[in-house]
């Protein structure tokens, strides 16, 4: 009797749990959302994740508060989310280094596939080429020619090993041919500022977080990393046409920003959430919002969004690989 006693209570349990399942649905959100960006204000990240919030927070009736926890490349903040209760109220927004860093941080703690719940893909975009204004470069191709008279003396920012601009300018460095040293900062909004204080002389940052500093003449840029122009700055070329008859003609770096959630987050508010972001971003007013900010928007389901990231840890591996990225 006292096995069978045990046996019926868990299987009540269960039951009631199952149960309590889509009421809990039903009444989510019932208080503020906590959305953490593993960088710090200013960069990209960031940026994408402010602009998400407030639509968000309207439609969704609670407030979606910003959370910047920085630091080792995203890994702090990532794991803040990882290990938080699986009931949607603790999300991620993060972007490529939430693919590369276990191929870059010695026991990475996390595995983007294994251990999150993809909700959507947001949107994605290019990057600038950026200069330091009295940097003597106007294109391209004198980029590339200084860079090639002062090999190892060239210095560009990037917001930490394995980030969007640290790969991009390896990228550049690798079809160029040139050697431009990465300098690391904690987050693109860091990185930048190093480029506006002439600390550095080049930077690869995110189109979204830059566009500010361009128009108001602070950084001069020289191309988007983009296949095509961008029409934020449409007279604005890309590397590779500025590049036309040399290896760069080939170059093209595009980034993306997912929201994730702790594995076991159950379905239900997956698709809540789901729901919500894709009725925001895909207004015709947002979709024009975020195309004057240099994204495009994707608003994808949680399968898009998860096979996507499953692509590009493939991809990225590989470019880590092949150019022996390290974190130090």
Known sequence: MNRFSTVMTAALALAAATVALPAAAQTYPSKAIRLVSPFPPGGSVDVVGRLLAAKLSESLGQQMVVDNRSGASG???TEVVMNSPPDGYTLLINTIPFVTNQ?????APYDPLRDFVSISLVASSPSFVTVHPPLPVRSIQELIALAKAKPGQLFYSAAGVGTNPHIAGELFNLLAGVNMVAVQYKGGGPADQALIAGDVGVTFGNISQEIGFVKAGRMRALAVTSAKRNSAMPDLPTVAESA???PLRGYEFDTWFVVAAPKGTPRVIVDT???????????PDQVKFYEERGLTVI???PEEAAAHLEKEQKKWQRVIRERGIKAE
């Open 75 to 77: 890994v702090i903040g």
């Open 103 to 107: 191929f870059l941080v010695p026991r």
């Open 299 to 301: 608003a994808s389901t």
């Open 273 to 283: 959430l789901n729901s919500h972001i894709r009725k925001v971003l895909t207004s």
């Open 244 to 246: 036309p008859e040399g």
